[in-house]
C-alpha cells in the first residue's frame, strides 16, 4: 500500500518534470501550430497521470476503510485521525548528527480521504484548465506546475515525517507563486505572486521551529513518535524518561505551527495574500486557493490535534483568531466589487469555521467542512471562471441577468452558493451544522476560556448571516437584473468588438457538472448526525442575512446592496486597512533599513578598508618626506642622532 | 591508489606547463588546440576526482584515506603530507567540477558566444594566459582541500590568490583593477593573521600535522593560547568566507570578475575559508572554538540580515548575488559556531550547496550581462521570460534554490543549521542561540524577499518598459555628461558600449549609440545593430551580444549543475552519509 501511495506522489512530480522539459522537445519550435501541438501534448502529459493518481487515492481509501472500517461515533466515516490504526513505510532514516530524518508515508483515514479530494480536485481543474488556457502560449508550463502542485499536497498529506511535510509545504508554496503569477506580464500579477509567498513564507519559518521543538522534544520527527510522546504528558517542566514532553513545550511548539497554519490557511493576521491571489488564472483559485492548498494548515492542525487539545493557550488564541477572522473575512466579502475576490474572503472566512471547530475540540467537524468545503467552494471558482470568461470581467458591476446566457453554470453555482451559505439539503448544511455544534459545546467549561468561547459563537452566529448576506448578493448581481452597458475598451486594429456570452466550451462544462454533484450530495455521508434545533437556528438567521439583501437589492436593482453597510462599506471593502498597515509597519521600515544598509556598507564598513588604505599611504608620504634624497637632511639627521647620543651618554654614563 | 591526490594537483600542474611551451602553429589551429587542451586537463581532473569519490572507502569515511606523506623541507619538519576524508571529498569533487565547467563553458563549440573569453579578437584575449592561471589556481584549489599539514595547507591556501587576482584584473569589467587590488590585499592581510595562528599552534604543540592535531583535541594547549590562535585563525580564514565585517571586497571582486572568475570564487574560493574552520580551527582548537562560538554566532547571524538587506536595495544583478552569498555563509558559519554535529553537517552542507547554486547564479548573470550588455537591474528592464524564456527560467530556478526552497540543495544546510541553534552544544547559552536562531529564520524571509523582488523586476513584466524616453534621447542628442538622463545611461551604456565593441573596434561614441538602440527595440536590433553601427565591420556571427537564448555551451555546463541541486535536494542522505561520521568524531560527539 505505501508503495501505491508513493506511486500516486510520484506521477504528477515525473509528470511535471516531463511537461516542463520534454512538451515542446524536440525543435524548442514557438508560434501558431507548434504551440497548439506543445499545449496538446502537455494536456496529454498532465491528465493522465494526475488522472491515475486519483484512482490510486481512492483505491488506498478504499481499501483502507474496508480494512479498518471506521471507528463508531465519529460523524464522518473519515474524520478522527488519531483513533484509525495507520500503516507507515519508511524510505530511509537520513542521519543530520541530531534527531533524525525519517523519509517515510503513512496512511489513515484521514490522510486517505484528503488524498481524494485532493485529486478529485486537481483532475478537475486539469481538465478545466484545457478549455480555460485554449491558445495560451505557456499552457505547458502551468500544467507541469499543477501537476508539481498536486504531488506536493499529496506529499504533504501522507507524509509520515514533519520535516517531509515541511518539503511538500513549501513546495507547494512555490507552486501557488509560479501559478499567481502565471499572467507577469502584468506587474500587479507578479506582486501579488511574490506577496503570496512572502507572507506565507513568514509564517513557514514559524511552523518550522515548531517542528524543531516538537522533534527536539520527542527525538524524532516522525508524526506517530511526536504523538506518542505527547500523549505520555508531565506536569510542567518535569520530563519524565525524556519521551513525554512539558505543557510549555507543547504551547510553544503549537504556537509556532498555528503560525505556518495561519499562512497557508489564509488566518488572520497572515491572510492578506490570498485576496491578491486571485490575480491567477480561475482554475488555480479553485485549485491552490479555495479546495487544496489552504487547507493544508487546517490538515496539519488535524493531523496533530492530539497536541492542541493538551495546549490550553493555543486553543484559546486559535478561537480568538478565528472568531475574528471568520466575521471580517465575510464582513469584507460583502463590499467586494471582484467575482473572485468575494469567494477569496469568504475562503478565508470558512476556512476560520474549520479552524473554529478545531478550537472548539472537534476535528471531526473540522475535517467534515474542509471536504465539503473543497467540494462547493472550487465548484464556485469554476463557475466563477465560466462567468468571467463569458463576460471578460472580474467586476459584478460588469454582470447581471446571466441565468439566461448561462443556464448550466447559473444551476451549479446556485447549488455552490447554498452549499456556502448553509442551506439543506446541500453539503454546507450538514458541515456547518457539526461546526455549530462543536462551536456551542464550547461555550459549557472545556478548554477554552468562556469569553473565548462565547466570542467564538456570538461570531460564528453572526458570520452566518453575514455569509447569507454576501452570497446572495453575489448570487443577485451575477445571474439576475439587467447587464449594465459597459464601453468596451478600443479593440486592436483588425478586430471587432465581439459581444457573444454563451456557455464555456465542455472542458470546462463538465468538471463543473462533476463537482456539483458532492457539493449537493456529500453531506449526507454526515446526515445521521444533524442537530436540528442549531440547524434550524442557522439556517435562519442565513435566511435574515439574505432576506435584507434581497429587500435592498428589490428596491434598486441597478445599485449594489452592499450600501446597506453604510459608512463601513470602505472600511470593508479594504478590508480593514490591513495591508495599508502591515506596508506602513513592516515593508516600508525593511525597505528604509536596506537603504540604509547599503549606504553603512559603502561608508563605514567599506570606508573603514578605504580609510586604512589612504591612512597606509599617507603615513608612506610621511615616511618618504624623510627620504627625500637631499644629502643635507640627511647629515643633520646623523649629526643630530650622534649628538643626541653622546648627550646620552654623559647624562646616563 | 594512493598516487591519486598527486596524481590530482600533477595533472593541472602540468597542464598549465605545457602551456609555457612555443606552440609553431597558425592562429586558428592554436585556439582550437588551446580549447582541447583546457577541455582535455580539466576533464581528466574531474575524471580523477570521480575516481577518487568512487575508490574511497565510504563505509569509513571518518578515517583519512589515500595518504601520501612525504618529507618536504625535513629541516623544518615540513611534510607534503595529502589525503582526503568526508569532508575533504565533496570540495575536491565539487571544486574539479565547477573547473571543468568553466572550460566546458570557455570552450565548447566554436567559442564565439558571449562569455566564451577564449574566442578569437583583434585586441587580443589572451586565451593562452587564461587557460593557464585557471589551470594553476585549479592546483591551489585542490591542494587546500586534500593538504594535511598546516604549512602546506596555508601554501596551497596562498597560492590561489596570485591566478585569482590576475583573471580579475586582466578579464574583468571597467573597475577590475581596484577590485583586484582590494581583493588581494584583504585577503592576503587575512592570510598574515592565519598564517601567525598557524604558527602558534606549530609552537604549542611542536606538530604540523593535521591529523595528529585533530585526534588530540587540543590537548597541549593552554585555553588562552587555544582562543588567541583560534581568533587569528578564524580572522584569517573570516576573511576569505567571508565573514560580515569583513566581506567588502567580494561585491567588488564578483562585480568586476569575468563569469569563471565569479563562480570560482564564490563556488570554491569561499569554500577554502569555511573548509578552514571544519578542518583546523575547531577540531584543533576545541576549546577556543567554544569561547568564541558565541561572537561567531553573532557575526554569522548579523551577516545573514545585513547581507539580505544589502541585497534588497541593490541595481546591480551580479553585486546582488555577491551579497547573497554573504548571507549563505552567514548560515554556514552559523552552523559551526553551534558546536553541534547537526550545525557541522549543516555548514558543510551549506557549503557545497551554496558552490552549486551561487555557481549556477553567477553562470547566468554572466549570461545576462554579456548579451544586455549591463547587470545594472533597471536597466535590464523586465521581461526576461519573453526575450529569453530559457535564460529566465533557469534564473528562476537558481533564485528559487537559493532561497532555500526545500526539496532543493539550498534548504538542508539553512535548515540544519537553525536546528543545531536550536539546540547547541553544551557550554554554549541555549537563549543566545535561540535569538540566534530567530534572526536567521528572520533572514530566510528576507532572502525569499530579495530574490522574488529581483525575479519580479527582472523576468516578469514586458520587454518594452526598457524604453526610457529622456535617456535614449539624451544619448543620441549626445547630451553632454552631467546632465542626470545622461549620468543614468553612463554607466550600462559603456559597459554595453564594451560588450560591442570587443569584436570590432568601434569609437566608443557610435557604439553607446549602437547599445541605446539595442536596449531599444530589442533582439532584432541589436543584431542589426551591432553589425550596421559604424565600425562594427568586425563582427563575428553572434557576436555583439545578440540576444539569443541559452545556447548549447550553456547549457552543457549549467546542466550538471541543476542535476546536482536536485540530487541533494531530493536526497540530502548522500552528503550527510560522507560528513556526519567524520563530523562526529571532530566535534566529539557520540
Given at each position: ?348 472566512s470558512q476556512l476560520a469555521y474549520m479552524a473554529a471547530a478545531l478550537a472548539a475540540g472537534s476535528d471531526g467537524a473540522a475535517v467534515f467542512h474542509l471536504i465539503t ?281 | ?269 569561499l569554500k577554502m575559508g569555511t573548509y578552514g574552520f571544519a578542518r583546523i580551527a575547531i577540531p584543533v582548537l576545541p576549546d577556543g572554538a567554544a569561547a568564541v562560538a ?297
Amino acid at each position: 500500500m505505501i508503495a501505491l501511495a508513493a506511486l500516486a506522489v510520484a506521477l504528477p512530480f515525473l509528470s511535471a518534470a516531463v511537461a516542463l522539459l520534454g512538451s515542446r522537445w524536440p525543435g524548442h519550435a514557438r508560434g501558431g501550430p507548434a504551440d497548439t501541438a506543445a499545449n496538446r501534448r502537455a494536456a496529454w502529459i498532465a491528465v493522465v497521470p494526475t488522472a491515475a493518481s486519483t484512482a490510486l487515492a481512492a483505491w488506498l481509501a478504499y481499501t483502507h476503510w474496508t480494512r479498518f472500517g471506521h471507528e463508531g461515533g465519529a460523524p464522518f466515516p473519515f474524520a478522527d485521525a488519531s483513533d484509525v490504526p495507520s500503516v507507515t513505510g519508511t524510505l530511509t532514516v537520513v542521519d543530520t548528527g541530531s534527531v533524525p530524518i525519517s523519509l517515510g508515508l503513512q496512511l489513515d483515514g484521514l490522510s486517505t480521504a484528503i488524498a481524494v479530494l485532493v485529486t478529485v480536485v486537481a483532475l478537475a481543474v486539469q481538465v478545466y484548465s484545457i478549455g480555460y488556457l485554449r491558445g495560451d502560449r505557456r499552457y505547458p508550463s502551468y500544467s507541469a506546475f499543477i501537476s508539481l502542485f498536486t504531488a506536493a499536497m499529496l506529499l504533504v498529506v501522507y507524509a509520515a515525517d514533519l520535516l517531509v511535510l515541511y518539503v511538500g509545504w513549501e513546495v507547494m508554496g512555490l507552486c501557488s507563486y509560479l501559478l499567481i503569477g502565471h499572467w507577469w506580464e502584468d506587474r500587479a500579477n507578479s506582486r501579488a505572486a511574490v506577496k503570496a509567498f512572502l507572507v506565507t513564507r513568514i509564517g513557514d519559518v514559524g511552523f518550522l521551529f515548531g517542528v524543531f521543538v516538537l522533534g527536539t522534544a520527542a527525538g524524532s520527527f516522525r508524526i506517530d513518535d511526536i504523538l506518542a510522546a505527547a500523549t505520555n504528558i508531565s506536569p510542567v517542566g518535569a520530563t519524565a524518561a525524556g519521551t513525554s514532553m512539558p505543557v510549555s513545550t507543547l504551547t510553544v511548539a503549537t504556537l509556532l505551527i498555528l503560525a505556518g497554519v495561519a499562512g497557508k490557511s489564509a488566518q488572520a493576521p497572515l491572510h492578506t495574500w490570498l485576496p491578491d491571489a486571485m490575480a491567477g488564472p480561475t482554475p488555480i483559485s479553485a485549485l491552490i486557493h479555495a479546495a487544496t492548498m489552504v487547507a493544508a494548515g487546517i490538515f496539519v492542525v488535524v493531523r496533530l490535534h492530539t497536541l492542541f487539545v493538551l495546549a490550553d493557550l493555543t486553543l484559546n488564541v486559535l478561537a480568538v483568531l478565528a472568531a475574528l477572522g471568520m466575521l471580517g473575512a465575510a464582513l469584507a466579502a460583502l463590499a467586494q466589487d471582484d467575482l473572485k475576490r468575494v469567494l477569496a474572503y469568504s475562503t478565508i472566512s470558512q476556512l476560520a469555521y474549520m479552524a473554529a471547530a478545531l478550537a472548539a475540540g472537534s476535528d471531526g467537524a473540522a475535517v467534515f467542512h474542509l471536504i465539503t468545503h473543497g467540494a462547493f467552494k472550487a465548484l464556485l471558482f469554476l463557475c466563477a471562471g465560466a462567468v468571467i470568461h463569458a463576460v471578460g470581467s472580474n467586476l459584478m458591476s460588469a454582470m447581471g441577468g446571466l441565468r439566461r446566457e448561462l443556464p448550466v453554470t447559473f444551476a451549479a453555482m446556485t447549488i455552490g452558493f447554498a452549499a456556502l451559505m448553509g442551506l439543506p439539503p446541500t453539503s454546507g448544511f450538514f458541515s456547518k451544522d457539526e461546526i455549530l455544534i462543536a462551536v456551542e459545546r464550547a461555550v459549557s467549561p472545556g478548554p477554552l476560556t468562556d469569553a473565548a468561547a462565547l466570542l467564538l459563537y456570538g461570531s460564528a452566529l453572526a458570520t452566518v448571516a453575514v455569509t447569507g448576506a454576501y452570497a446572495t448578493r453575489a448570487w443577485l448581481r451575477t445571474f439576475f437584473g439587467e447587464r449594465p452597458a459597459v464601453a468596451l475598451p478600443e479593440p486592436a486594429p483588425g478586430t471587432a468588438h465581439v459581444i457573444d456570452v454563451h456557455e464555456a466550451p465542455a472542458t470546462m462544462r463538465r468538471p463543473i457538472l462533476v463537482l456539483a454533484v458532492p457539493a449537493l450530495l456529500l453531506g449526507f455521508a454526515g446526515a445521521a448526525g444533524v442537530h436540528w434545533g442549531t440547524a434550524a437556528l442557522s439556517v435562519a438567521v442565513a435566511l435574515l442575512g439574505a432576506g435584507a439583501v434581497y429587500a435592498m437589492w428589490r428596491s434598486d436593482p441597478r445599485s449594489d446592496p452592499a450600501r446597506m453597510l453604510g459608512p463601513f462599506r470602505l472600511l470593508c471593502e479594504r478590508a480593514f486597512y490591513v495591508d495599508s498597515a502591515y506596508r506602513t509597519l513592516f515593508v516600508a521600515p525593511v525597505l528604509a533599513l536596506a537603504g540604509l544598509v547599503v549606504r553603512t556598507d559603502d561608508r563605514a564598513v567599506d570606508g573603514a578598508v578605504r580609510g586604512s588604505g589612504r591612512a597606509a599611504l599617507g603615513l608612506s608620504g610621511l615616511m618618504r618626506s624623510a627620504q627625500n634624497g637631499n644629502l643635507q637632511l640627511y647629515l643633520t639627521g646623523l649629526l643630530a642622532g650622534v649628538l643626541l647620543i653622546a648627550v646620552g651618554a654623559v647624562v646616563f654614563g | 591508489m594512493n598516487w591519486l591526490p598527486i596524481a590530482l594537483l600533477a595533472v593541472p600542474l602540468a597542464g598549465s606547463a605545457v602551456l609555457l611551451a612555443p606552440l609553431p602553429v597558425d592562429a586558428p589551429a592554436r585556439g582550437r588546440l588551446l580549447r582541447l587542451h583546457g577541455l582535455a586537463v580539466s576533464g581528466i581532473t574531474f575524471l580523477l576526482a570521480v575516481v577518487l569519490a568512487a575508490g574511497f572507502d565510504h563505509a569509513d569515511p571518518a578515517r583519512v584515506q589515500f595518504t601520501t606523506d612525504l618529507a618536504w623541507i625535513p629541516g623544518l619538519d615540513l611534510r607534503f603530507h595529502l589525503g582526503v576524508d568526508g569532508i575533504s571529498l565533496p570540495l575536491v569533487v565539487l571544486t574539479t567540477l565547477l573547473t571543468f565547467l568553466c572550460f566546458v563553458y570557455l570552450c565548447w563549440g566554436r567559442s564565439d558566444g558571449p562569455g566564451q573569453l577564449l574566442r578569437p579578437r583583434p585586441g587580443g584575449n589572451r586565451p593562452r594566459a587564461l587557460v593557464f592561471t585557471l589551470l594553476v589556481l585549479e592546483v591551489g584549489m585542490i591542494g587546500t582541500f586534500l593538504a594535511l599539514d598546516l604549512l602546506l595547507f596555508f601554501v596551497f591556501f596562498e597560492i590561489v590568490l596570485i591566478p585569482m587576482y590576475f583573471v580579475i584584473a586582466v578579464w574583468g569589467g571597467r573597475a577590475r583593477r581596484a577590485a583586484a587590488t582590494k581583493f588581494i590585499l584583504y585577503t592576503l592581510l587575512g592570510s598574515v593573521a592565519l598564517l601567525v595562528g598557524l604558527l602558534l599552534v606549530w609552537a604549542q604543540t611542536g606538530t604540523l600535522d593535521m591529523v595528529a592535531l585533530g585526534g588530540a583535541q587540543g590537548t597541549g594547549m593552554s585555553r588562552a593560547v587555544q582562543i588567541i590562535a583560534f581568533l587569528a585563525i578564524g580572522i584569517g580564514l573570516a576573511v576569505k568566507t567571508p565573514m560580515w565585517p569583513l566581506h567588502t571586497w567580494l561585491p567588488d571582486a564578483h562585480t568586476e570578475a569575468p563569469t569563471v572568475g565569479s563562480v570560482l570564487l564564490a563556488g570554491v574560493l569561499l569554500k577554502m575559508g569555511t573548509y578552514g574552520f571544519a578542518r583546523i580551527a575547531i577540531p584543533v582548537l576545541p576549546d577556543g572554538a567554544a569561547a568564541v562560538a558565541p561572537w561567531l554566532g553573532a557575526l554569522a547571524v548579523v551577516g545573514i540580515v545585513y547581507g539580505s538587506l544589502a541585497c534588497l536595495a541593490q541595481r546591480d544583478l551580479k553585486r546582488m548575488i555577491a551579497y547573497s552569498s554573504i548571507g549563505h555563509m552567514g548560515f554556514v558559519l552559523l552552523g559551526f559556531a553551534t558546536l553541534t554535529p547537526v550545525g557541522v553537517n549543516a555548514a558543510l552542507f551549506g557549503n557545497i550547496a551554496h558552490g552549486l547554486i551561487t555557481g549556477l547564479l553567477f553562470f547566468v548573470a554572466g549570461a545576462v550581462k554579456e548579451r544586455y550588455g549591463t547587470a545594472d537591474m533597471p536597466t535590464l528592464g523586465g521581461g526576461m521570460l519573453v526575450r529569453l524564456p530559457h535564460l529566465g527560467s533557469v534564473l528562476t530556478f537558481a533564485c528559487v534554490a537559493s532561497l532555500g526552497l526545500p526539496g532543493l540543495a539550498g534548504f538542508w544546510g539553512e535548515m540544519l543549521a537553525l536546528l543545531g541553534a536550536f539546540d547547541p552544544a553544551p557550554g554554549l547559552s541555549r537563549p543566545l542561540f535561540l535569538t540566534f536562531m530567530a534572526v536567521g529564520g528572520l533572514g530566510t524571509v528576507l532572502t525569499a524577499a530579495y530574490f522574488l523582488v529581483m525575479l519580479s523586476r527582472v523576468t516578469h513584466g514586458r520587454p518594452t518598459e526598457t524604453v526610457h524616453a529622456p535617456l535614449l534621447a539624451g544619448v543620441k542628442a549626445g547630451v553632454s555628461p552631467g546632465d542626470t538622463a545622461a549620468e543614468a545611461v553612463a554607466g550600462p551604456g559603456d559597459t554595453a558600449a564594451e560588450a560591442v565593441t570587443r569584436p570590432g573596434e568601434a569609437v566608443p561614441e557610435s557604439a553607446g549609440r549602437v547599445s541605446a538602440d539595442a536596449v531599444d527595440t530589442g533582439t532584432a536590433s541589436v543584431r542589426t545593430g551591432g553589425r550596421a553601427g559604424p565600425g562594427g565591420g568586425g563582427t563575428g556571427p553572434g557576436g555583439g551580444g545578440g540576444l539569443r537564448d541559452v545556447r548549447a555551451y550553456e547549457v552543457a555546463a549549467w546542466a550538471p549543475l541543476v542535476g546536482l541541486i536536485l540530487l541533494f535536494g531530493l536526497w540530502p542522505k548522500a552528503l550527510l552519509l560522507i560528513t556526519d561520521p567524520v563530523v562526529r568524531t571532530f566535534v566529539g560527539a557520540p
